[in-house]
């Protein structure tokens, strides 16, 4: 490629097809009992994979305000004290229904369930399962996300 081709593809082409991460917040909900730490993982819709509650910021609701939300719509976490201030974040690559796959930056956010139900908006749709973090590192694809579940 030519000094003049490649130029051109650094400072036009390349910025245009780079897309910004769009930004999504999470709940890592976890409870302390005599068995010690656990951690709420559920299943994806699309995939079935492990992941932590998460989903697209919300008009009239901040980051750790819809990141509750989430973990309501998606484990039942009806009770809970979130931490106002991320405790780290991760990146993954979100499929679209469209097909079409968009870096994402998810914000995550503690939070000490106190009380879950089992009638949530997504029950039949998702599994959900309290292990121990270092099972939960071990469940979920992201290494940022297995970092956090480490450093509980």
Same mark, same amino acid.
């Given at each position: 490629m030519s000094n003049a081709l490649r130029k051109l593809w650094e400072e036009y082409v390349r910025p245009i097809l780079q897309r910004p991460k769009r930004l999504q917040v999470a709940a890592l909900c976890y409870r302390t009992s005599k068995g010690g730490k656990k951690v709420l993982l559920v299943?994806? @819709? +699309?995939? %079935?994979?492990?992941i932590i509650p998460k989903g697209w910021p919300m008009d %009239?609701? *901040? /980051?750790p305000e819809a990141a509750? #939300?989430? /973990?309501? &719509? &998606? /484990? %039942?976490? @009806?009770? +809970? #004290?979130?931490? +106002?201030k991320a405790i780290g974040c991760y990146a993954? *690559?979100? &499929?679209?229904?469209? %097909?079409l796959r968009v870096?994402?930056?998810t914000l995550v956010y503690k939070v000490e369930v106190s009380e879950? @139900?089992?009638?949530?908006?997504? /029950? +039949?749709?998702?599994? @959900?399962?309290w292990v121990t973090p270092e099972q939960a590192s071990n469940m979920v694809r992201e290494p940022q996300l297995q970092a956090l579940f480490r450093e509980m």
């Open positions: 299943t994806s @819709r +699309g995939t %079935g994979r492990w %009239g609701k *901040n /980051a509750m #939300q989430e /973990a309501w &719509e &998606e /484990a %039942g976490v @009806r009770e +809970g #004290q979130i931490d +106002g993954y *690559n979100k &499929e679209l229904k469209t %097909g870096p994402v930056e879950t @139900r089992d009638d949530f908006p997504e /029950a +039949g749709e998702r599994e @959900r399962r």
